[in-house]
């Protein structure tokens, strides 16, 4: 059954005519598009299952042998994919960066698909060329307001580009890095750079003994990744402390001499517009002049916070992002673009040249293709979406959103304080906060109690998600107020415009009730009776 | 006009509310759902504008201030975007490896956008990460054809992996080429291994010179941008002419001797299955001995040849590709899926550990969180398009497919070679050729006669281009008949299933009609004419 006959005649139709407007997947299609959050509602199911059972819907290892009719299909896809996906379209899933989009990227993501262009190289994208170097300019301007002049040179030129379109962010910190790596290893006398000698050999034709990179404790995964990939090592990734959240620039000055007196090179300092787990912004005017002290690279991280310099309110929060030598900005986060739109933008648009590439049947030298600069070879015309939403939000649109995001989380973090059972312990710069339950009685210097704490909060976390109603995320983090020993905390993105202060009310009201069915509340009662008696007695 | 008033109100109508069923957008929609090749004859001008004129089109370096209402936008996106970009679902568009797609990728395309999932972790895709794993295991087991028990344990485990899926074939080869740089310079005594210590560390620590790769010319540019980016620089990237197209064994076993007795070690050696410029398959079964006898990784770079392993009839062509350790192949070439899904498969799923990585919010140790063994973090759902195209194909709809593609090649290449104004350059091995225009009348040995024929062939590729009715692509190419000097020829990629017999009988005849008034042939003519008074004289 839903097995289709393996025939050229079936398999043409499949590539010229649509299926039929009763079918399922037309169904499906026109549920998605008069109301997506009905769709999902209907389809997701709230009550999660575990891994483990879901698993067992996807075993088979081989190809199957015989074609399937694609209304069959659908059928399948509802049960199997749909139906145990993450619901992140919901108001109350609050614990990642992925959001609620705006309905037009539905047909947008039709078009795409339907037009197909493959971004490396202008012969199979023709106006999307442009248009992604349009839109990178864009985000350019947005960070860096140089002159018209500057623009009107750079923007279509040949020789140089303003930054580069990647699937995410951790491509665009590896660009941006390696961009980084190219230039201060460039070519040198009788050297001929790193990008055509090698690493061993540009660090003994330069005499430094390693190369490193430099960033808070907070810095993104993404960044190891780069040291790794860029044959670096993982040790030369320089972390530190930050009990604030942010880096100092004192000790990052610190740290990077003490790297240099040791006979190495500091790379890159890299100061973070939006950590991924507190949403800090690192103070980068001052990190700008430590990296100018050093004579190294600046690199900013705003795939989270970039979208703030839309808000005339908020941007001086990312006051000298302007300073860096390359930000990279997720689209795909607070622009509200779908999943696979990150980008790295270049102060000097020489930089990019660092990494060149030419190739006779493609990229042909002096061409525009974009293929040349850019880590990744074939691509999709994502930047479509970027342009549409630039468009259609305008920098107006996305300052109300952005600001509502802000005012949100502060709410909610006026809320997490006024409540005697849950305990704010980073209040938000921009749309993220974490906090913990911590009943009333509890003493948290206490480390008994303080692992108690942790229990509680990992339970509460995962009984809310599989309960399937809400969800925030968690994770360990080291504050001032209770020193080095990280402690378990939920995470919060208000980036969901259709969150509401009752959502966030009843997410604290679950939480609670959930807290209070727990063993571990139950022993930190028993402590603190105890500990009552014991004062009393 | 078409400004709309940036109010929370108006913002929240687009996260909420579809477009009405009459709006432009709808109609776009509509458009393409019923009937996509129509849409794009439509809307695809074909008379093409020069990418200076399309620029025209995108000039703006500020995000607009105010909104736009989402009608007035899809008109624009029609007039500026849609109107310059190329029909690549064109059955005359054989330049490229971009084909037609099925319908059902349109309503699919929809709903991956309307799930929105992000799969660095189970979190924020659920369903989707063991979809995606069982995806990866059906293409290893089409490459490696393992046992039952070997996927039952290894197909979900929280320790391995049997790949990754990545954005495209770029991405994939570096991942491949990364993971072989640090299995050859892996934790070893006191040494800690390239991931943590760095490159410099790992060849000093092993006592090697340098590191490199090999491969054929035909490599794709992806294994340079591999070799910067993994720092072991472009010079160590040793490429072996190939007139023949295909490389040689024993040039490969000296070429790698030869640099290993200057102190170098040979990474790893790369084999094609369907280099990108005329789709030859080297001979992996003995390249993959030459890579044992040389104690390297063999990678094969299956991009595109991949699927070609569906066809019972073809798939010898690939014969020893299960003897590499890794292998590379692109679903949105020969399988039909949109653009952006590349994966990489390991013939040991220990080797995705060599770049593992983990990070305390996300990723944490022993999860099956994706993103701690691909180079990409955040990723959005397309292993789902490739999944669905599995099912509704079959392994004997993808062989059906291929199969008449290389049929159509080899009947293509007969067409042209009957032909005494055209000159097959390469034969298919696969469903690539490469041809030119060579009047009966030139004598292509005479170098100012092939001086002159490069010229006319890349005069009449521009101009049929120009002209928008069909695409071939053109590259340069040595071959055994002509020798150590390139030569301009037409590239040609039979992948589009609607391309019919026809077509390519109408763009011989456009492309003899465009060559006939050139002025190159009328300079041939001239020579040949001159010449033959010569000899009559």
């Not at 896809?77 to 614990?95: D, R």
């Not at 912004?281 to 600046?298: I, M, R, T």
């Not at 509200?336 to 030419?358: I, L, T, W």
Request: aromatic content about 8%; proline content about 3%; some cysteine.
């Amino acid at each position: 059954m839903g097995k289709a006959t393996a025939s050229l005649e079936h398999l043409f139709r499949v590539f010229t005519k649509p299926e039929g407007k009763d079918s399922k997947l037309a169904q499906i299609e026109e549920h998605l598009s008069d109301n997506l959050s009905d769709f999902l509602s209907q389809h997701v199911v709230t009550k999660a299952k575990s891994l483990e059972e879901i698993e067992q819907n996807f075993q088979d290892y081989k190809v199957p042998e015989s074609p399937e009719f694609v209304t069959k299909h659908a059928e399948v896809l509802l049960e199997k994919v749909v139906s145990h996906s993450v619901n992140t379209y919901a108001p109350t899933f609050i614990g990642h960066m992925t959001s609620a989009l705006p309905y037009f990227h539905l047909p947008l993501a039709k078009l795409l698909v339907g037009l197909n262009q493959n971004l490396v190289k202008i012969e199979t994208s023709k106006a999307f060329t442009p248009l992604e170097r349009q839109v990178i300019g864009m985000l350019h301007e947005l960070v860096y307001s140089q002159s018209e002049d500057f623009y009107k040179s750079h923007l279509h030129s040949a020789k140089q580009s303003l930054g580069a379109f990647c699937s995410g962010g951790t491509v665009a910190n590896i660009t941006a890095l390696w961009v980084a790596r190219n230039k201060a290893l460039a070519p040198n006398g009788k050297f001929r750079g790193v990008a055509q000698q090698g690493l061993a050999a540009g660090l003994k034709h330069y005499g430094y003994e390693s190369m490193g990179i430099l960033s808070s404790k907070r810095g993104h995964y993404s960044l190891s990744k780069a040291v790794d990939v860029l044959g670096l090592g993982r040790e030369q990734m320089l972390t530190i402390d930050c009990l604030t959240q942010r880096l100092s620039p004192e000790k990052a000055l610190a740290a990077g001499r003490e790297f240099e007196q040791r006979g190495n090179k500091l790379l890159a300092l890299v100061g973070i517009a939006g950590t991924t787990e507190t949403g800090h912004v690192d103070p980068l005017d001052e990190l700008a002049d430590v990296a100018k002290e050093l004579n190294c690279h600046f690199h900013v991280d705003a795939a989270w916070g970039g979208a703030t310099l839309f808000s005339q309110r908020y941007k001086d929060k990312l006051k000298g992002i302007q300073k860096a030598d390359s930000v990279t900005l997720d689209a795909h986060k607070q622009m509200y673009v779908p999943m696979g739109a990150g980008m790295v933008v270049f102060k000097n648009p020489e930089d990019s040249n660092a990494v060149r590439h030419h190739a006779q049947y493609i990229l042909r030298a002096g061409s525009k293709d974009l293929g040349a600069t850019t880590l990744e070879g074939s691509r999709n015309g994502m930047a479509m979406m970027v342009y549409a939403s630039f468009n259609i939000f305008g920098r107006q649109g996305y300052e109300l959103l952005i600001d509502q995001s802000i005012e949100k989380a502060h709410a909610f973090a006026q809320l997490i304080e006024e409540h005697e059972d849950f305990e704010l312990i980073t209040a938000p710069t921009l749309s993220l906060l974490t906090y913990r339950v911590k009943p009333s009685f509890v003493d948290a210097h206490c480390s008994k109690q303080s692992e108690l704490l942790d229990k509680l909060n990992v339970a509460v976390q995962k009984q809310q998600r599989e309960a399937g109603k809400s969800f925030v995320s968690r994770t360990r983090l080291a504050v001032e107020k209770y020193g080095l020993n990280p402690l378990t905390v939920f995470r919060v993105v208000l980036a969901n415009p259709l969150t509401t202060e009752q959502d966030l009310i009843n997410i604290l009201q679950e939480q609670l009730q959930i807290a209070k069915l727990t063993k571990s509340w139950k022993e930190l009662e028993d402590q603190a009776l105890a500990q009552l008696k014991r004062s009393v007695g």
